[in-house]
């Protein structure tokens, strides 16, 4: 019951987040005017023209095509670009601050001294274009762009279900629609359900796995805690890949994907981190066979070691999903250490004592030893001591 109850948190943790998020203030027409014409004069007209008659009070597909009409363009290759693209900037959580909107129609950029605009800067290579008569349209080349932006944010054919998102809706509560709060509802019920049937099936294929091996009723008790986060992993990618969906307030969305950027590694290093212990018994297994005392020390060291490791790698690959400048941090953490090395001879001094007692084995773990000051057995032989 009590697993039960965890999973169960654990999984609406990231709906309870947005739920609160919502309730803030925060909403797809966040920055939108209340009333607003059709205008391509300027890169603000052009963006607000495209994403005000998107917003399910105000839908009006004929309108909201307009940047995208260039005079090649059929209305149905601009209407698919118009509602993939604010699909995909929604989904990934990619906010247009509207007061950063350029409202000069000659405005230039100043890195490439032409007149175009990112609204974006996560995706440069989508933006608007002045065209000779005037008008700020998306440019063509922004045209592929989206296609191939629209089908990361939403893999393996989950574009398809977008079909199902109603194009308009007034009923709304909480900062939400009816069918996003529903949809949240729908994706925590499938995820534990999924959690639930995966954890069995990975429990017992890992069972299979050791039983063949011969080591079923020794690692056993060590394979349900690799289970479960290795369930929790692929669920959470499971609803990475639904949550876009529900076409959330991007400013919601934003901090939710950056949740899920932190999780799923986090899942994965949990899951080796596991599994050395099985390692480990498999070692010992090993090195009782044998004379040599490499269960006792050997054994020991190694587990501690791979550990430690994949703590470092883990938590390099979350920060690197929290976009931290990992170049820079390993060089401030080098520097670092070398001052950390200095100031800490003694310890290193006790490490490298400890390899050469693993070299020369003048004892091993359970021999009774005396010195000056004390006697005693040794319990174990560890990195500083």
């Given at each position: 019951?009590?697993?039960?109850i ?33 205008s ?9 023209t ?41 989904g ?80 709304k ?18 995820a ?14 890992l ?97 501690k ?38 100031a ?42």
């Amino acid at each position: 019951m009590y697993r039960i109850i965890k999973s169960i948190c654990l999984i609406i943790t990231p709906f309870l987040f947005l739920f609160f998020i919502s309730l803030s203030g925060f909403s797809q027409s966040s920055g939108l005017p209340y009333n607003h014409e059709v205008s391509l004069s300027t890169p603000y007209e052009s963006v607000v023209t495209h994403l005000y008659f998107l917003q399910p009070e105000q839908y009006d597909i004929a309108k909201a095509i307009k940047p995208f009409m260039h005079a090649e363009t059929d209305s149905a290759r601009a209407r698919k670009m118009a509602i993939q693209l604010k699909q995909a900037w929604d989904g990934r959580g990619l906010p247009i601050n509207m007061a950063t909107l350029p409202r000069d129609p000659e405005y230039v950029d100043s890195l490439t001294q032409r007149n175009i605009y990112v609204p974006i800067s996560q995706t440069p290579n989508i933006y608007l274009e002045k065209q000779q008569d005037g008008r700020w349209l998306y440019s063509k080349e922004s045209f592929n762009a989206i296609d191939k932006f629209h089908s990361e944010v939403y893999p393996y054919g989950a574009e398809r279900l977008m079909e199902l998102i109603p194009k308009s809706s007034h009923f709304k509560f909480f900062g939400l629609y009816l069918w996003q709060h529903l949809g949240i509802l729908i994706i925590i019920v499938l995820a534990f359900l999924l959690h639930k049937l995966l954890t069995w099936i990975f429990d017992l294929l890992l069972y299979k796995g050791a039983h063949h091996l011969g080591y079923d009723k020794v690692v056993r008790p060590y394979l349900s805690p690799v289970a479960r986060p290795l369930s929790l992993f692929v669920v959470f990618l499971m609803v990475l890949v639904l949550f876009p969906l529900l076409q959330i307030p991007p400013e919601a969305s934003f901090y939710i994907n950056y949740a899920f950027r932190a999780i799923l590694p986090f899942f994965v290093m949990l899951v080796f981190y596991r599994l050395i212990n099985v390692l480990s018994l498999y070692l010992e297994r090993v090195a009782e066979k044998s004379d040599t005392s490499l269960d006792n020390n050997v054994v020991p060291l190694i587990r501690k070691i791979l550990k430690v490791f994949v703590i470092i790698i883990g938590g390099l690959f979350i920060l690197q999903n929290l976009n931290v400048n990992i170049t820079a941090l390993l060089a401030g953490l080098s520097i670092g250490g070398l001052a950390v090395a200095l100031a800490a001879q003694d310890t290193l001094k006790n490490m490298f004592g400890s390899f050469m007692i693993f070299v020369d084995k003048p004892f091993s773990v359970g021999h009774w030893i005396t010195t000056q000051d004390l006697d005693g057995t040794v319990e174990e032989v560890g990195f500083r001591s």
